[in-house]
């Protein structure tokens, strides 16, 4: 609820600086770290609910969501506008009240990338130093991370009446033209426990 009692409206987001601008960030390892929290954990990953928000200039414009719940498990995210400038989502008025939000200034917007072999026509299955394999990267603009910006209280929303894909093309070989977008190379990135991070078949 508003300070007056009345009820928190919704609010279409709007791109947000994610790099150093949060209070009470702090620096590590040559970056800064935000701590995140998903009070109901990741869609599909519910138990993960602690994470910190890692950045580095040298990797710029992506950063790393760390679990601090089972410290195997890290993402790489970035800002979706990068991706696709005329991104646009109306979050909704549940969402906006559980995140204590009340402006599009109060919020940024993440999106999650995945990064996997993409394998030559002639091999079904990826194989690392495999000849005429390359690198696929997508970002799930499906479902966003949306993130209190003073408070660090995160929450991962659906998009289900969008176009929106899990799976957006950033960038592909085998003829995929990459999206308006330039990122780094990947960083390691470690594998969704098995069973977990799904949405309808889909990673979170």
Not at 26 to 41: M, Q
Not at 152 to 164: D, E, H, I, K, T
Not at 166 to 185: F, I, K, M, N, S
Request: glycine residues 10%; aromatic residues 6%; charged residues 20%.
């Amino acid at each position: 609820m508003m300070e007056d009692g009345s009820p928190v409206p919704g609010f279409t987001p709007v791109r947000s600086s994610v790099t150093g601008l949060y209070p009470g960030s702090v620096v590590r390892h040559g970056g800064y770290g935000l701590d995140i929290l998903f009070p109901e954990g990741l869609i599909g990953c519910e138990e993960w609910r602690r994470f910190v928000l890692e950045a580095d200039p040298a990797t710029a414009p992506v950063l790393v969501l760390r679990s601090l719940d089972e410290p195997a498990v890290s993402f790489l995210v970035t800002d979706p506008y990068l991706i696709c400038p005329d991104y646009r989502f109306e979050l909704a008025e549940a969402d906006a009240a559980a995140l204590e939000a009340a402006s599009p200034d109060d919020v940024a917007v993440l999106c999650i990338l995945n990064v996997r072999l993409s394998p030559p026509p002639s091999a079904p299955i990826p194989q690392a130093g495999a000849e005429g394999a390359g690198v696929l990267i997508t970002a799930n603009l499906l479902g966003p991370l949306v993130i209190h910006k003073a408070t660090g209280r995160a929450r991962q929303v659906v998009l289900a009446n969008s176009n929106y894909s899990a799976h957006h093309v950033v960038v592909g070989d085998r003829g995929t033209e990459p999206q308006p977008a330039t990122l780094p190379g990947p960083a390691p990135l470690s594998a969704p426990v098995e069973g977990k991070g799904e949405i309808e078949g889909e990673s979170c």
